[in-house]
């Protein structure tokens, strides 16, 4: 049985113009790297070339089971392929649909779409968060400048360190949960993210259960 959560009425009433929305795409394949972020971009690229010159756009990691063999993930029919893009790009990414890409695992087609809303939470997570820094320390001071930089004050902690290989070296951050947003403060981060690197997977969040219950693990 699901329990009653008071937020679930408020973000009902909640409205806000969305600037950006989510695109999620089925996946055939066999493996992806664990270390795919940049690989895969430049295959995103081949076919949809504006990417590049989209700073707000955002293309998650791709989360698979580990295969156990180099570094890889399996790829099944649960794994998707998920850009964050501004509204208008929508048509634009249908030409996705049956493309092949190789992040450097084997091929993988890129299937069906589905157009997901974007929506709020008082607590968000990013898997990966590049703020230019390892130093946690550093890091977080950095992350929370960023968010004082956008009118938002909230809490900040910090998670495992990631790393992704890029041709300028090797990035490392962290994961990266806020809480204790408003809505419309959630709303803010969800649409610009945080740090670097956003089209290699990093700064972008979504929504996660309540940090008392993280705390309570």
Not at 1 to 6: A, E, K, Q, V
Not at 98 to 119: E, F, H, N, Q, S
Request: contains cysteine; proline residues 5%; aromatic residues 6%.
């Amino acid at each position: 049985m699901r329990m009653y959560n008071p937020e679930w009425e408020a973000i009902k009433d909640f409205d806000y113009p969305a600037t950006m929305t989510e695109v999620q795409f089925d996946l055939a394949g066999l493996e992806i790297p664990e270390d795919h972020g940049h690989a895969l971009y430049q295959e995103l690229c081949r076919f949809l070339p504006w990417l590049a010159e989209t700073p707000e756009a955002g293309v998650h990691s791709v989360h698979g089971a580990p295969s156990g063999r180099n570094a890889n993930l399996v790829i099944n029919r649960r794994v998707k392929l998920v850009l964050r893009i501004p509204v208008e790009r929508v048509k634009d990414v249908e030409a996705l649909v049956g493309k092949v890409v190789d992040a450097g695992a084997g091929p993988i087609t890129i299937g069906a779409l589905k157009v997901r809303r974007l929506a709020p939470s008082r607590t968000l997570y990013a898997h990966f968060a590049d703020m230019g820094s390892e130093d946690e320390a550093e890091f977080l001071a950095r992350a929370k400048a960023e968010l004082e930089a956008m009118g938002i004050q909230c809490g900040l902690m910090c998670g495992k360190k990631r790393h992704l290989t890029t041709p300028a070296g090797q990035v490392v951050g962290y994961s990266l949960m806020l809480y204790d947003l408003t809505l419309l403060q959630s709303m803010q981060v969800i649409e610009r993210g945080l740090g670097r690197h956003r089209v290699y997977g990093c700064g972008i969040f979504v929504p996660h259960k309540s940090i008392k219950e993280v705390v309570a693990q």
